[in-house]
C-alpha cells in the first residue's frame, strides 16, 4: 500500500500539465519529490501528499476543532440533497474545489459524481492535513485563491461552496463550456444556531445573500438557481459539532455558548441557493 507522500507524487506526476509556478506562471514539470518549473521554482509533495503553494504564510482563524467538527456534521447528511444535486453535474469532469477545508464535500461528491480528476485547495494548511485523509483519491493543496497555481483552461468545474469567489481565475482555469457550481446560505439558513447564539441581536440572526446573487448573475446572466430549504434532524452525537462547525459561534457570550451546549439543537434549518454559471465557448 502506498504512503500518502508517494501517492501524492504519483498524481502531480500524472498531471503535471495541469499545474502553473504561483510565482512566476511558468509550466511545471516532474522533478523527484514533486514539481519544478522552467525557473527551477520548486514545490515538494509533503508527508501528507500535499502541496503547499503559498508564497508567503497566511493567518487563518479555522482552527482543527472546527474543521473535524466540519467535517463529521456533512458525513452525518446534512446536506444529503444538495450533494446529490451537485454530482449529477460532475461525472466525468477535472474539477477544482475551491477552499475545500477538511474536504468532505468533495470526498461525497467524488464518490457520486465520479470526475475523472478532483482536487481542492484551502488557504488553511489545517484544513488540507485533514483533507489529506480522505478515503477517496482527491489531490489537496494549499494554495491562495488569487494566484491559482494551476495553467490556464485545466477544470471543467469549479466548486465554491460556502466559499469566496474570484471570478478572474475561475474564467481563466476554466475550460470553454465549464461550470462555476455555487452554494450560498439563504436567510433561513441555520437560524435556530442564530437565534441561539444572538438573541438579542437581530443583525446576527438574519442574513441577505443578495449582492452575492447579484454578482454571480453579473458574471453568469444565464445562470441557473435552484433553492433546497428543509429541516434537517441531528444525531444526537453531532448536536455539539453543529455548535462548533461555523464561526457563527465566535463572537457569542460565554453564557450563551454554555446554554446551547446544555441544551443542543436537535433540529437545524437548512436554506441555501445553488448557483451552476457556464463560462461561454468562445
Known amino acids: 500500500m502506498l ?13 503535471q500539465d495541469l499545474f502553473r509556478c504561483p510565482i512566476c506562471f511558468s509550466p511545471m514539470s516532474e522533478q523527484p519529490r514533486g514539481l519544478k ?18 508564497t508567503h504564510a497566511i493567518d487563518s482563524d479555522y482552527d482543527a476543532e472546527l474543521f473535524h467538527a466540519r467535517g463529521r456534521m456533512i458525513r452525518s447528511g446534512m446536506y444529503r440533497p444538495v450533494i446529490e444535486r451537485i454530482a449529477k453535474e460532475l461525472a466525468d469532469t477535472r474539477v ?13 461528491l467524488t464518490e457520486q ?47 465554491n461552496l460556502f ?40 443583525h446576527k440572526q438574519t442574513y441577505s445573500n443578495e449582492r452575492v446573487l447579484a454578482k454571480f448573475f453579473q458574471e453568469f446572466p444565464d445562470a441557473s438557481h435552484e433553492r433546497f430549504s428543509y429541516v434537517f434532524t441531528i ?15 465566535w463572537n457569542a457570550t460565554e ?17 441555501l441557493d445553488l448557483l451552476i454559471g457556464t463560462k461561454g465557448m468562445k
Open 235 to 249: 444525531p444526537k452525537e453531532r448536536q455539539r459539532d453543529l455548535l462548533e462547525m461555523s464561526p457563527l459561534e
Open 255 to 271: 453564557s450563551k455558548k454554555e446554554e446551547l451546549y446544555q441544551h443542543p439543537l436537535k433540529k437545524i434549518t437548512i436554506d
Open 96 to 108: 477544482l474545489d475551491v477552499g475545500c477545508g477538511e474536504g468532505s464535500f468533495l470526498s461525497l
Open 113 to 159: 459524481g465520479t470526475p475523472s480528476v478532483s482536487i481542492g485547495f484551502d488557504i488553511a494548511k489545517e484544513g488540507v492535513y485533514q483533507a489529506s485523509s480522505q478515503p477517496n483519491g482527491d489531490f489537496w493543496c494549499t494554495a491562495d485563491l488569487t494566484n491559482l497555481p494551476f495553467t490556464n483552461g485545466a477544470f471543467e468545474a469549479v466548486l
Open 163 to 202: 466559499s469566496p469567489s474570484n471570478y478572474q481565475e475561475f474564467a481563466r482555469i476554466l475550460s470553454p463550456g465549464g461550470k462555476v457550481i455555487k452554494l450560498i446560505p439563504n436567510a433561513n439558513y441555520l437560524k435556530e444556531l442564530r437565534q441561539g447564539f444572538y438573541p438579542d441581536d437581530l
Open 37 to 54: 518549473c522552467q525557473s527551477n521554482h520548486q514545490f515538494d509533495v509533503s508527508k501528507k501528499g500535499t502541496l503547499y503553494f503559498l
Open 3 to 15: 504512503k500518502k507522500i508517494e501517492r501524492g507524487q504519483q498524481f502531480v506526476w500524472q498531471h
